[in-house]
């Protein structure tokens, strides 16, 4: 695939995740993104596709299970976004830069070893447990988060017919109960909770030394290519 066509799919795949981040809010909600993902949720469109050849009732139906999967519940779609921007970032990088400018063996093991940081760190946060809470487990959570009647109050969980540990929430996403909840990321299809929020910390680091490293590369590789070219003495007449 060409440099050209990964940088087209990545803006596809990063205007559709734009939509479904930033279209639900409400800020968003007037705007562009909030219209079409009033259009994605509600799936109109896709019910006038399907309406003549599945007939109505059948395309509502279809319709409700496309907005389910894409909207309202957990998806692969922002994993895939992301490893498209990795990869694809990569191959541009390798193709644009580095073969180019930045020759050294050093240049290639910490390329290398910086998109593999970024990746493995995603893919832990993407598997681990983000302490979810079942019955079985609740005594141990209810024993590691105390009320303090202040902030967190003694309810229960509906869900689960149990005492809610503090700071757990229940994830409407993914539709579990999670200690110390935080967010749902669609980057990684999970919950960030107890168990992996150093995970995700380490995650963001990554992807901040990913960014940065680039950036950083880029702009050497631009500053060498002057050098060498002596355009610092170049005289216009």
């Given at each position: 695939?060409?440099?050209?066509?990964?940088?087209?799919?990545?803006?596809?795949?990063?205007?559709?995740?734009?939509v479904?981040?930033?279209?639900?809010?409400?800020?968003?909600?007037?705007?562009?993104?909030?219209?079409?993902?009033?259009?994605?949720?509600?799936?109109?469109?896709?019910?006038?596709?399907?309406?003549?050849?599945?007939?109505?009732?059948?395309?509502?139906?279809?319709?409700?299970?496309?907005?389910?999967?894409?909207?309202?519940?957990?998806?692969?779609?922002?994993?895939?976004?992301?490893?498209?921007?990795?990869?694809?970032?990569?191959?541009?990088?390798?193709?644009?830069?580095?073969?180019?400018?930045?020759?050294?063996?050093?240049?290639?093991?910490?390329?290398?070893?910086?998109?593999?940081?970024?990746?493995?760190?995603?893919?832990?946060?993407?598997?681990?447990?983000?302490?979810?809470?079942?019955?079985?487990?609740?005594?141990?959570?209810?024993?590691?988060?105390?009320?303090?009647?202040?902030?967190?109050h003694?309810?229960?969980?509906?869900?689960?017919?149990?005492?809610?540990?503090a700071?757990?929430?229940?994830?409407?996403?993914t539709?579990?109960?999670?200690?110390?909840?935080?967010?749902?990321?669609?980057?990684?299809?999970?919950?960030?909770?107890?168990?992996?929020?150093?995970?995700?910390?380490?995650?963001?680091?990554?992807?901040?030394?990913?960014?940065t490293?680039?950036?950083?590369?880029c702009?050497?590789?631009?500053?060498?290519?002057?050098?060498?070219?002596?355009?610092?003495?170049?005289?216009?007449?």
């Amino acid at each position: 695939m060409s440099t050209a066509a990964l940088a087209l799919a990545a803006c596809v795949a990063l205007s559709a995740m734009a939509v479904l981040i930033l279209g639900p809010t409400e800020r968003c909600a007037h705007t562009a993104l909030g219209r079409a993902y009033e259009g994605v949720h509600s799936g109109q469109w896709l019910v006038s596709a399907l309406a003549l050849p599945l007939g109505r009732a059948r395309a509502n139906a279809l319709a409700r299970r496309c907005q389910d999967a894409l909207c309202d519940a957990p998806n692969p779609f922002g994993q895939a976004v992301y490893v498209l921007l990795v990869l694809g970032g990569h191959k541009s990088f390798i193709d644009g830069v580095q073969s180019v400018h930045l020759h050294s063996l050093a240049w290639a093991r910490a390329t290398s070893g910086t998109f593999t940081l970024a990746l493995a760190t995603w893919i832990v946060v993407c598997c681990t447990d983000p302490g979810v809470i079942t019955r079985e487990n609740n005594d141990v959570y209810l024993a590691a988060y105390e009320y303090d009647d202040v902030v967190y109050h003694r309810k229960e969980c509906r869900t689960l017919g149990v005492a809610a540990p503090a700071r757990s929430k229940f994830c409407t996403t993914t539709k579990r109960r999670v200690a110390r909840f935080d967010h749902f990321c669609v980057w990684v299809n999970n919950t960030v909770g107890a168990n992996n929020t150093r995970w995700f910390l380490l995650f963001l680091a990554a992807q901040t030394w990913l960014v940065t490293y680039v950036t950083g590369a880029c702009a050497y590789a631009v500053w060498r290519d002057l050098r060498d070219r002596d355009a610092w003495n170049i005289v216009f007449e």
